[in-house]
C-alpha cells in the first residue's frame, strides 16, 4: 500500500505515516526512491506518547 491509502486506513494523516516509517516503526515498510511501500498486513503500531499528564509541570517539581 502506498502512505496515502495507508493514512486512509488507519485515519492518520499521511506525514504522519513518513515520519512512523522513517522511524522504523511499521514492520515491513520499504522505500523505493522518494515512495514508501507498507505491506497491507502491516499493524497500526502502538501510540507512544505520554497521555497520563505525568509530565505536566514538570518544572515546577
Same mark, same amino acid.
Do not use: H
Given at each position: 500500500?502506498?502512505?496515502k491509502e495507508t493514512a486512509?486506513?488507519?485515519g492518520?494523516?499521511?506525514r504522519w505515516i513518513q515520519t512512523?516509517?522513517? !522511524? %522504523?516503526?511499521i514492520d515491513g515498510a520499504v522505500?523505493? %526512491?522518494r515512495a514508501w511501500a507498507i505491506?497491507? !498486513?502491516a499493524n497500526r503500531p502502538? !501510540?507512544?506518547r505520554v497521555t497520563t499528564g505525568e509530565y505536566r509541570n514538570w518544572r515546577k517539581k
Amino acid at each position: 500500500m502506498t502512505i496515502k491509502e495507508t493514512a486512509e486506513l488507519w485515519g492518520l494523516s499521511p506525514r504522519w505515516i513518513q515520519t512512523l516509517c522513517s !522511524d %522504523g516503526k511499521i514492520d515491513g515498510a520499504v522505500k523505493f %526512491g522518494r515512495a514508501w511501500a507498507i505491506p497491507s !498486513d502491516a499493524n497500526r503500531p502502538k !501510540d507512544s506518547r505520554v497521555t497520563t499528564g505525568e509530565y505536566r509541570n514538570w518544572r515546577k517539581k
